[in-house]
């Protein structure tokens, strides 16, 4: 990213017809549930806040465009991002965000979460709003249907798909068109079922160690053979909407996905009552969760002092408990905000294996963008031929080839 220039020089552009001063809110999450969950916020904040209009603005492929906009100058006042992500510090490096840290708003949110964005200088730059995780959505009638427990271990799990399966129900649903959603997967079973194989992959990223050989890795791949073998055939050909809507009209008992789609899937049938489980190691006490920070919202460093002062109005209006319960409400995933609860008994699983402390966090945090992209479609091709011995070489060909570049 180059260097920028002020993002505020926008003439009588910068207020509405009113006079109210026009906030730009980027935010990154094109599911159905959060974007319902802002807009219902701004909504209200704009009716009590006559002087400030906020504006939101999702576009497809928003990582990428924020990134353009940011090389161009044209950074919005209020942004969404991923603060423990590697391309998330150089942005702050670079000095296109706001420090936050002596902002009030900021002790609304939960030790924890908070801690997980402080940045190398140790302050913080973002307003965390919510938690993500990735965990097995399934049908609980399906499940009660045929006498079925939640799985908290590896071989209970086969149980339940082997007694899915005898019964005519495809246990899972896997969508695999997109490669990004091919690595969500990857990621979530990498960190269940083997607890070192993000930092295996640290190792490989910084030429100490080859994935080629390493047999917890290998043990990674083979049990996701075995997931695909319970799966729909269409897998790659899935998109992620298409394979939702078939898990919500019954085709599948279970499928694999985050936080980030459950306001998604609640609103293609309501009728459907959902849980979610971990996906399980051999034992519950050596499993572990997908577990990050997902929607956090920054300020422009490079915007006006007034745009600051509205934008600091809004994060502080977002940090209230009521207004933060509303997002959980639509999102479906843990908030970041203190006393906010998730109003669904189903995601206890999650939320306790959360609370314990028992969660990695994403490998974007500590790998970069590129390797981790290209990595999804290695992954991805995995999903076709099965190939544990390729998979693990291709995984060093591609690490070598995108560290280099």
């Known amino acids: 990213m180059g260097g920028c220039g002020n993002t505020t020089d926008k003439g009588d552009d910068s207020k509405d017809a009113s006079g109210a001063e026009k906030i730009e809110f980027f935010q990154q999450k094109g599911e159905e549930g959060p974007q319902k969950g802002y807009k219902e916020i701004i909504k209200k904040f704009n009716e009590q806040n006559s002087d400030i209009k906020i504006e939101m603005n999702t576009v497809p492929d928003a990582g990428t465009v924020l990134t353009s906009r940011i090389s161009s100058g044209d950074i919005p006042v209020i942004f969404s991002d991923y603060p423990t992500q590697e391309q998330f510090k150089k942005k702050v490096k670079n000095g296109y965000v706001q420090d936050l840290s002596d902002q009030d708003f900021l002790k609304n949110v939960d030790q924890s979460s908070l801690e997980m964005t402080k940045q190398e200088d140790g302050k913080y730059y973002a307003l965390p709003y919510s938690r993500n995780y990735m ?5 609980e009638d399906i499940f009660q249907k045929n006498n079925l427990e939640v799985p908290t ?56 160690e080859k994935l080629e050989g390493n047999t ?144 990695h966090d994403w490998m974007a945090s500590t790998v970069s963008n590129n390797v981790v992209t290209d990595l999804y479609n290695v992954v991805q091709g995995f999903w076709s031929d099965q190939d544990v011995k390729a998979v693990l070489k291709n995984m060093d060909d591609s690490i070598s080839i995108t560290s280099a570049q």
């Not at 399966?165 to 979530?188: N, S, Y």
């Not at 460093?301 to 209230?320: G, H, I, R």
């Not at 639509?330 to 306790?352: C, F, H, L, R, W």
Request: aromatic letters at 8%; proline letters at 4%.
């Open 135 to 139: 965990g097995v959505y399934y049908n």
């Open 216 to 359: 917890d890795l290998a043990k990674v791949f083979e049990k996701m053979k075995t997931l695909l073998s319970y799966s729909n055939e269409d897998a790659l050909a899935l998109s992620d909407t298409a394979c939702y809507e078939n898990f919500m009209n019954g085709q599948y008992a279970m499928c694999i996905t985050g936080s980030y789609a459950r306001g998604t899937l609640q609103s293609l049938n309501k009728d459907v009552k959902l849980g979610v489980f971990p996906l399980p190691n051999d034992t519950k006490e050596t499993t572990a969760t997908l577990s990050g920070i997902d929607a956090a919202i920054c300020v422009s460093a490079k915007a006006t002092d007034k745009q600051k002062e509205a934008a600091y109005k809004f994060l502080s209006f977002l940090a209230k408990p009521e207004n933060a319960q509303i997002f959980c409400d639509n999102d479906g995933a843990p908030s970041a905000i203190t006393g906010v609860k998730v109003n669904e008994d189903g995601v206890a699983p999650m939320t306790d294996m959360i609370d314990a402390g028992q969660t």
């Open 153 to 208: 271990t590896w071989d209970e799990f086969i149980d339940v798909c082997k007694t899915l399966q005898d019964a005519g129900i495809t246990p899972m649903g896997l969508h695999g068109k997109d490669p990004g959603r091919v690595g969500h997967t990857f990621q979530a079973s990498l960190v269940a079922w083997d607890p070192k194989g993000v930092e295996a992959i640290e190792e490989a990223v910084a030429g100490k």
